[in-house]
């Protein structure tokens, strides 16, 4: 199975680091959900809530801003 590598970066420290299967979170255009093989991107992050599911179980973050 292909995963993810999910990497959430705050000023004052690392969120989370490993693997995923999935990655949804609200930007300037819209939600969007990351999947494997899904191709490069650069977006900006609108506040709001992360979602990343790791193992089957989906974890929760608040986002205020940044970049993706």
């Given at each position: 199975m292909n995963n993810l590598t999910i990497k959430i970066v705050t000023p004052e420290r690392i969120v989370f680091e490993g693997q995923g299967e999935?990655?949804?979170?609200?930007?300037e255009s819209g939600e969007i959900t990351i999947l494997p093989g899904?191709?490069?991107?650069?977006?900006?992050?609108?506040?709001g809530e992360m979602r990343f599911k790791q193992n089957g179980e989906e974890n929760l973050l608040a986002v205020s801003t940044g970049f993706l």
């Open positions: 999935s990655l949804t979170v609200m930007t899904h191709i490069p991107l650069v977006t900006i992050l609108r506040p």
